[in-house]
């Protein structure tokens, strides 16, 4: 099993920054990618950003985040990251932070990121 905390989440104006984190339960090396997707009430959950933690791995955004988001992992505090930057207020939404390991998805209990003035 593998369990992961999420934190960083909050109201932000927009063109603000906000960082999230992901600590899962084991060590991120396990892991063959991990990431966030997010989710607005009567929407389908989307993709965020995921990077692929094995060897030569990529990172992969969705187009409405380029430029704008930045996943990354900390081997130190075994910890990966989003960093958030120009918000708007289409980015309001839960995100929930997912690991990849041994063929399956786990996933984080959520954090709410609201963007308004």
């Known amino acids: 099993q593998v369990q992961l905390v999420e934190s960083g989440g909050g109201l932000v104006q927009p063109g603000g920054s906000l960082t999230l984190s992901c600590a899962p339960s084991?060590?991120?090396?396990?892991?063959?990618?991990m990431g966030w997707y997010r989710q607005v009430p009567g929407k389908q959950r989307e993709l965020v950003a995921e990077?692929?933690?094995?060897?030569?791995?990529?990172?992969t955004y969705a187009d409405s985040v380029k430029g704008r988001f930045t996943i990354s992992r900390d081997n130190a505090e075994n910890t990966v990251r989003l960093q958030m930057n120009s918000l708007k207020p289409e980015d309001t939404a839960i995100y929930y932070c997912?690991?990849?390991?041994?063929?399956?998805?786990?996933w984080g209990q959520g954090t709410q990121v609201t963007v308004s003035s």
């Open positions: 997912f690991a990849k390991f041994l063929y399956s998805n786990y």
């Open positions: 084991r060590s991120i090396s396990n892991f063959y990618g």
């Open positions: 990077k692929i933690l094995a060897a030569g791995g990529s990172t």
